[in-house]
């Protein structure tokens, strides 16, 4: 008689804090959130040089950054769709190698009107990376540590848009701007590669049949969570908010009063650190001590900051500078995290919606805070984000039923 001895069948489990596979996890989707967010924003140091060499106005420069978010925004859903049938590391690696390749090529273009179109296609380019990389940590990550994974990613984008800024504003002072802009974009590109190398395979998603009778109903489902849509109203004001600041800041301290070299404006960019550490931090500390607490505090934080940036003082600047940063990024790490944690379900369509009006409060608030800016000045600028954070800030105190 002859015995067969089973192999035991192997249930996958989720990543644990600490484990091998959450680590490496943690560091692919690091250098995903580099190579994303680089793409995105190494322009912005930039822009006063754009403004000069194709003759165009602070509000035309400033565009090369609000079409980039804005197509991103568009794309932000159908990445999100397609990542239901194909699969988030498919999406996510074809999404960062793409946009980083295209990024070699925008430096030598001859005009603005080619360098738009350019980084337009770009932002649609990088949908894919920012559209699916919570879904995939929500299915892969144990609920327990998903927010200290969260504040992981959080912190490759930080450091990402402050690497995209240090790079080209510190080469341009030894370089031409297109070569300060190519360096960056190959930085960008290795990191997308590092990703694609390292990017551990899902092992709890399950393709989902597709069609925009199926999207617009999750979509809708998700609209209609009176915990979600404050926290899409958030992102919508916080991003845009941010992103007028830096668009922005630059052009005041090459002015009067200030009429700093351009290489030390760079060094402002450093504040990104700022963000790299308070979304770790706040990731764990909305794991103890909940996400509603954390949240407000973070967005008060900023606004504090803001005020402070008013006044025509260099260290007041700073400070407040550093402040804002700080915020910002705890918030946006703390609410990302709280989208997934909440949509136990369509995780992907709760995620594209949350990112959809990120980066389109980027590119229409980021656009309109060139209008402040123009007419009003730095005070004009302060102003406008400041009502639009408060805004964003009652709704979540007072509307939200989220926890």
């Known amino acids: 008689m002859s015995t067969t001895n089973a192999a035991p069948v192997l249930t996958p489990t989720r990543h644990a804090l600490g484990s091998a596979g959450y680590r490496k996890a943690t560091v692919a989707l690091f250098a995903a959130g580099m190579t994303a967010f680089m793409s995105l924003y190494y322009i912005q140091a ?53 946009a980083a390749a295209l990024g070699v090529v925008l430096p030598w273009v001859p005009s603005i009107e080619l360098l738009l179109a350019g980084r337009a296609l770009q932002g649609v380019l990088c949908a894919g990376v920012p559209a699916v990389a919570m879904a995939y940590l929500a299915e892969e990550v144990e609920g327990a540590a998903l927010g200290t ?21 510190f080469a341009v002072d030894a370089v031409s701007w297109q070569w300060a802009m190519e360096i960056a974009c190959l930085v960008s590109l290795g990191f997308a590669l590092l990703f694609w190398r390292t990017i551990p395979a899902s092992k709890f998603f399950e393709p989902k049949r597709i069609s925009p009778s199926i999207t617009v109903r999750n979509l809708l489902a998700h609209l209609r969570d009176p915990g979600l849509r404050p926290l899409f109203v958030l992102a919508f004001v916080l991003m845009g908010g941010f992103v007028t600041v830096y668009n922005y800041l630059g052009y005041r301290l090459l002015r009067d009063p200030f009429d700093l070299d351009e290489s030390v404006v760079a060094t402002v960019f450093f504040m990104y650190l700022a963000g790299t550490f308070s979304s770790a931090i706040a990731g764990r500390l909305a794991d103890r001590m909940g996400r509603r607490r954390v949240v407000v505090t973070s967005v008060i934080t900023m606004l504090v900051g803001l005020a402070v940036t008013v006044p025509d003082h260099l260290s007041t600047v ?21 989208v997934s944690a909440r949509a136990t379900e369509h995780r992907a369509e709760a995620s594209s919606l949350y990112l959809f009006h990120y980066y389109l409060g980027s590119s229409v608030v980021g656009a309109l805070g060139g209008l402040a800016f123009a007419a ?28």
Request: no cysteine; aromatic share 8%.
């Open 46 to 98: 930039l822009l006063p040089q754009l403004s000069d060499h194709f003759g165009v106005s602070p509000a035309t420069s400033a565009l090369t950054v609000s079409l980039t978010t804005g197509l991103l925004a568009a794309a932000i859903i159908p990445a999100s769709v397609l990542s239901e049938r194909l699969g988030r590391v498919r999406v996510m690696v074809i999404s960062a190698l793409s």
């Open 149 to 169: 994974a969260m504040g992981r990613y959080v912190a490759g984008t930080t450091i990402g848009g402050l690497t995209g800024r240090l790079i080209p504003g």
């Open 318 to 338: 700073l400070l407040g500078t550093l402040l804002f940063t700080a915020g910002f990024f705890a918030a946006h790490s703390v609410a990302s995290a709280w």
């Open 376 to 403: 009003f000045g730095w005070i004009g600028v302060a102003v406008y984000v400041g009502i639009l954070v408060v805004a964003g800030l009652a709704l979540v105190t007072f509307r939200s039923s989220a926890r």
